[in-house]
């Protein structure tokens, strides 16, 4: 009973996954305009993620070090953590400029 239940939970994560990667194409298809929006949105966090990745430094802790982590693994976290703040503070900035907006409408 316990093999059955595995195997029907993995078809069902295959379902998902699939679902996840076809439904998207099938509503751009609908809608090639919303396809424009999501390409100028990626193309932002691209930005986002070049400008960190050229603020972040390389440096590696001694800990690091034994951990194995190399100055390219110590770059792309430092960027990885450098664009949660970014995006973190135009996040808080975007909720605060909406609230405002729509108390003086």
């Known amino acids: 009973m316990l093999d059955a239940g595995l195997y029907?939970?993995?078809?069902?994560?295959?379902?998902?996954?699939?679902?996840?990667?076809?439904?998207?194409?099938i509503q751009i298809l609908k809608s090639p305009s919303n396809l424009v929006k999501s390409g100028i949105s990626i193309g932002v966090l691209a930005v986002v993620f070049l400008i960190s990745y050229f603020l972040s430094g390389s440096e590696i802790s001694p800990s690091g070090k034994l951990m194995g982590i190399t100055e390219?693994?110590?770059?792309?976290?430092?960027?990885?953590?450098?664009?949660?703040?970014?995006?973190?503070?135009?996040?808080?900035?975007?909720?605060?400029?909406?609230?405002?907006?729509?108390?003086?409408?």
Not at 8 to 25: C, D, R, T
């Open 8 to 25: 029907f939970g993995y078809a069902l994560v295959g379902i998902a996954i699939i679902s996840a990667f076809f439904m998207p194409l």
């Open 72 to 105: 390219g693994a110590s770059k792309l976290i430092g960027a990885g953590l450098i664009m949660f703040y970014i995006t973190f503070v135009f996040a808080i900035v975007g909720i605060v400029f909406s609230e405002i907006n729509k108390t003086l409408k």
